[in-house]
């Protein structure tokens, strides 16, 4: 028999809001489900294969959402010409592209239009039954992707609405889950795939991982044989992977989001790592002290869109600065923290270089060693992409930190 999928998220743990619309003249009502928090839509009508790209793009502008009653395929397609329709750029707009302006404007511009894009793309519906079963023509089966990412379905709570952009997240992250990644820093095939699950960052750029799996290790405290390290942050336990991969005795991997803890748990069980690295869920630290703590937080200063962009962005750098001011008080005499980070926020004007050094003076420490990088992924040498100039220059750094003892 199959086995049955596998979910971090209990049946149901959060009430959800219900979305209205008219049927046959009749008023229906299900459940609305959206992982950005976006409350249910207001104006919903319904739509089918009937219905023109030029129409559906005109409605969806002008804030009426379409729960579709067509072929699903036909669906996908829709949306696919929803996207093309809004990233067509007015000749208007095309001129004033035409100008250069300051990279953090450009930044902010192209945030505002994902922001939109997402938006209006959100607006095209799809309706599930009660145990996730799509009642279109040629729906794929996407109860185990669901299962996995919202929980076992309750079966006595009737209907439930998504946008079909948020189901296509949930069978891709299935997918994602399904296969792996490879991470050649963890060994050889097989056993070196990460899973990520959905709602959780994929450890898809490769060169901060690379940093961690050659950095020079510390030694043990005095009268120790083995090292201990904390991996503060740790997602999918990628990293903490690695360090046990290259020896570390014991990792304590922490995260706050129950997603990222159920990930990084399935990961260790995977790799037959889970009597080396310790998940547990914490604000930053555990307690204790470690020769090695490491951490990876979201590289760019901004308040997050969704979920899933609190691995990008951390909005006010709340756990860099966290990181940073609650270090020395978990690390082993001569022990160091690696910081993980990009420079794409200065170079987009959101932090500067001597901002962040002054970070480190503020908390007594200090830089023993910097080891860098080039990205390696498709978006840095992508000319067509709104932040190329920035991400062009984009240089990832491990940042070996120690206690300051200078007077």
Not at 312 to 322: H, K, N, P, T
Not at 325 to 338: C, S
Request: proline share 9%; net charge positive.
């Amino acid at each position: 028999m199959p086995s049955k999928p596998k979910s971090a998220l209990p049946a149901n743990p959060i009430a959800l809001p219900e979305i209205h619309w008219l049927e046959a003249d009749q008023p229906r009502n299900a459940r609305w489900r959206s992982e950005r928090g976006l409350p249910p839509p207001t104006k919903v009508v319904l739509a089918d294969d009937t219905l023109s790209a030029d129409s559906a793009y005109r409605m969806v502008c002008e804030g009426t959402s379409l729960l579709w009653r067509g072929d699903f395929q036909n669906a996908r397609q829709l949306l696919q010409a929803l996207g093309r329709r809004a990233d067509q750029v007015p000749k208007r707009k095309r001129k004033q592209a035409a100008t250069p302006i300051p990279l953090l404007d450009a930044f902010n511009q192209h945030r505002l239009a994902q922001s939109q894009r997402a938006r209006l793309l959100g607006r095209l519906l799809i309706e599930f039954d009660a145990d996730y079963h799509v009642p279109l023509r040629r729906a794929p089966d996407a109860k185990a992707a669901c299962t996995e990412a919202w929980g076992p379905p309750d079966l006595q709570a009737g209907p439930m609405v998504a946008s079909l952009r948020e189901l296509l997240g949930v069978t891709s992250a299935h997918e994602w889950r399904r296969v792996g990644i490879e991470i050649p820093a963890l060994g050889d095939a097989p056993h070196n795939r990460i899973h990520p699950h959905y709602g959780v960052f994929s450890p898809v750029r490769g060169e901060y991982i690379q940093l961690v799996a050659t950095a020079h290790l510390p030694k043990p405290p005095k009268g120790r044989d083995q090292l201990l390290a904390f991996d503060i942050g740790t997602g999918t336990g990628v990293l903490a992977a690695v360090l046990a991969r290259r020896g570390v005795a014991h990792i304590v991997a922490t995260d706050l989001d129950a997603r990222a803890l159920a990930c990084a748990r399935d990961n260790m069980a995977q790799l037959g790592l889970q009597t080396q690295v310790e998940v547990t869920q914490a604000d930053l630290f555990p307690p204790g002290k470690a020769s090695l703590i490491v951490c990876n937080p979201p590289w760019l200063p901004a308040r997050p869109g969704s979920p899933i962009e609190r691995a990008v962005y951390d909005e006010g750098s709340r756990m860099l600065q966290g990181f940073l001011a609650g270090l020395l008080d978990h690390l082993e005499p001569k022990g160091e923290g690696w910081l993980i980070l990009s420079n794409l926020a200065e170079h987009l004007g959101l932090r500067s270089r001597d901002e962040l050094l002054a970070l480190f003076e503020a908390n007594r420490l200090r830089v023993v060693s910097r080891v860098d990088a080039k990205p390696v992924h498709p978006k840095a040498s992508d000319a067509t992409d709104a932040l190329h100039h920035a991400r062009s220059q984009e240089v990832t750094s491990l940042w070996r930190l120690a206690a300051n003892t200078a007077p």
